[in-house]
């Protein structure tokens, strides 16, 4: 069997634990003589795995039971349409803070219905750091304040949480949800599609309060709603069930793996590994983003030209080092450090670029 250290940024590495769990079972799970991608999503067994998966994402984030736990599909792309048709209206428009691709994208689904306002932008900044509180201009009226936490693309990240003068804070969290703590009761509504931290592709956690979505307009369409799924359990068509299963073992890896502060130690100096040999490389690896809004699961950065990024990326790959290869709209490299991405790998990486550095600093 071949593994290579894979720093592609979604679909991504997984626990290689999670992995093996999920091989032992796949033919027959909890003793049902079927696969988990075939029994009934109205069963005991599955109903077992997908609320315990609910129980143990709230117990990580340290939230009560004012919180509800969703499974969507359709990807946070969905999501960038369904919050502002359930949220905001033309007198109450949606405000957004644009530090890259997917919230500008957000965003753009919020203008096309006529409610959404833009409050802060790092646009013409080519998306080098997220905005900073003292430039976020939020109506006192908005319906929700909305960030993008991590912008895997450009490889920038919130260090702080806004504050948003009593408006709901909402978060697209795709790229570093569970990574390290963070004080969740401080936002409103959380989403977060799974297939770059914490699954496979196929389904959206949606983590939001109870008063929030309990009840949505009735005119909107039935799987337009959040209190179709808030009502019904996630159950009310079928779930992507083996998504809501990997998901649930990754959140219960997490938590025996000693928990968020675990994960943000680990990611931490993951992060500073590669981050070092960047800023010890007199110039020849320079780094997209600011230092103060650098980002812990994505590190982003460019050679000096072009011929040298391909020749880098060729040789990775011959090392077992896969999905390094950064974004058209930044260029370079991109290694994004997810949980499951062991210590060992980034040593590997950095240990390359160190070597490829020396091999062609010219």
């Given at each position: 069997?071949k593994?290579?250290?894979?720093?592609?940024?979604?679909?991504?590495?997984?626990?290689l634990?999670?992995?093996?769990?999920?091989q032992?079972e796949?033919?027959?799970?909890?003793?049902?003589g079927?696969?988990i991608?075939?029994i009934?999503?109205?069963s005991?067994p599955y109903?077992?795995v997908?609320n315990?998966?609910?129980?143990?994402i709230?117990e990580l984030?340290?939230?009560?039971?004012d919180?509800?736990?969703?499974?969507?599909?359709?990807g946070a792309?969905l999501q960038?349409?369904?919050?502002p048709?359930n949220?905001?209206?033309k007198?109450?428009k949606?405000s957004?803070?644009l530090s890259?691709?997917?919230?500008s994208?957000a965003y753009?689904?919020?203008?096309?219905?006529?409610?959404g306002k833009i409050?802060?932008?790092t646009?013409?900044?080519?998306?080098?750091?997220?905005?900073r509180?003292?430039?976020?201009?939020?109506d006192?009226d908005?319906?929700y304040?909305?960030i993008c936490?991590?912008n895997t693309?450009?490889?920038?990240?919130y260090?702080y949480?806004?504050?948003?003068?009593g408006?709901?804070?909402f978060?697209?969290?795709?790229?570093?949800?569970?990574?390290?703590?963070?004080?969740?009761?401080?936002f409103?509504f959380?989403?977060?599609?799974?297939?770059?931290?914490?699954?496979?592709?196929?389904v959206?956690?949606?983590?939001?309060?109870?008063?929030?979505?309990e009840?949505?307009?009735?005119?909107?369409?039935?799987?337009?709603?959040?209190?179709?799924?808030?009502?019904?359990?996630?159950?009310?068509?079928?779930?992507p069930?083996f998504?809501?299963?990997?998901?649930?073992?990754?959140?219960?890896?997490?938590k025996?793996?000693g928990?968020?502060p675990?994960?943000a130690q680990?990611?931490?100096r993951?992060?500073?590994?590669?981050?070092?040999?960047?800023?010890?490389?007199?110039?020849?690896?320079?780094?997209?983003?600011h230092?103060d809004?650098?980002s812990?699961m994505?590190?982003?950065?460019?050679?000096?030209?072009e011929?040298?990024e391909?020749k880098?990326?060729?040789e990775a790959?011959?090392?077992?080092?896969?999905?390094v290869?950064g974004?058209?709209?930044?260029?370079?490299?991109?290694?994004?450090i997810?949980?499951a991405m062991?210590?060992?790998g980034v040593?590997v990486?950095?240990?390359?670029m160190?070597?490829?550095?020396?091999?062609?600093k010219g």
């Open positions: 069997m593994r290579v250290y894979n720093f592609n940024p979604g679909p991504a590495t997984l626990p634990d999670v992995l093996k769990e999920v032992a796949f033919l027959d799970f909890d003793e049902t079927m696969s991608v075939e009934s999503h109205r005991q109903e077992k997908h315990q998966a609910k129980a143990d709230l984030m340290g939230l009560g039971d919180y509800e736990v969703l499974f969507i599909q359709g792309s960038f349409a369904m919050i048709m949220f905001a209206t007198d109450k949606g957004y803070a890259g691709i997917f919230s994208n753009k689904e919020a203008e096309n219905l006529g409610v409050a802060a932008s646009k013409d900044e080519n998306f080098c750091r997220v905005p509180q003292d430039e976020l201009k939020i006192a908005a319906a304040f909305h936490f991590n693309i450009y490889g920038t990240e260090h949480i806004p504050e948003t003068g408006v709901p804070l978060a697209d969290m795709s790229s570093n949800m569970l990574s390290r703590p963070v004080d969740f009761k401080k409103s959380i989403y977060a599609g799974v297939q770059k931290n914490l699954g496979p592709a196929g959206v956690i949606v983590v939001a309060k109870k008063s929030l979505i009840k949505s307009l009735e005119t909107l369409p039935t799987m337009l709603r959040y209190d179709t799924f808030y009502k019904k359990n996630s159950l009310y068509n079928t779930p069930a998504s809501i299963y990997v998901v649930g073992k990754v959140a219960r890896w997490i025996n793996s928990g968020l675990v994960m680990r990611n931490f993951k992060a500073k590994i590669l981050y070092d040999v960047i800023d010890e490389s007199d110039g020849f690896y320079k780094g997209h983003a230092k809004s650098r812990l994505n590190v982003t950065f460019r050679l000096p030209n011929d040298l391909k880098f990326v060729a790959a011959e090392n077992n080092i896969n999905g290869k974004h058209r709209l930044v260029g370079g490299m991109r290694a994004s997810y949980n062991p210590i060992e040593e990486l950095a240990e390359f160190k070597k490829f550095q020396r091999k062609n």
